[in-house]
Nanobody
Framework: QVQLVESGGGLVQAGGSLRLSCEAS????????MGWFRQAPGKEREFVAA????????YYADSVKGRFTISRDNAKNTVYLQMNSLKPEDTAVYYC?????????????????WGQGTQVTVSS
């Protein structure tokens, strides 16, 4: 049974920073690409960032490129999302996910396992 547990969300002022963590259990963490998605009220879930199994490649949505950094520590079964220069439009529930299928990292249906989400609220 795969479990993904996010933490690190909270309330921050615009321009501030937060670091999200997602700890995985139940599978060989280092075997899978991991992703972060977010969902704002009334909007569809959207891709934020992804990182390959060994951390050698990372991918970002245009809206967060240059501000967010995804990383992973396979020894700790944990993936991180460092978020800097936060904007009110970054307000959402953030989810980590484990990619199981071979399609694009961009699409949520390529991920089989999801965490419960952590709320990020950016005030203006």
């Amino acid at each position: 049974q795969v479990q993904l547990v996010e933490s690190g969300g909270g309330l921050v002022q615009a321009g501030g920073s937060l670091r999200l963590s997602c700890e995985a259990s139940g599978r060989t963490f280092s075997s899978y690409t991991m992703g972060w998605f977010r969902q704002a009220p009334g909007k569809e879930r959207e891709f934020v960032a992804a990182i390959t199994r060994n951390g050698g490649s990372t991918y970002y949505a245009d809206s967060v490129k240059g501000r967010f950094t995804i990383s992973r520590d396979n020894a700790k079964n944990t993936v991180y999302l460092q978020m800097n220069s936060l904007k009110p439009e970054d307000t959402a529930v953030y989810y980590c996910a484990e990619k199981l299928y071979s399609g694009s990292y961009y699409y949520s249906n390529q991920y089989a396992y999801w965490g419960q989400g952590t709320q990020v609220t950016v005030s203006s």
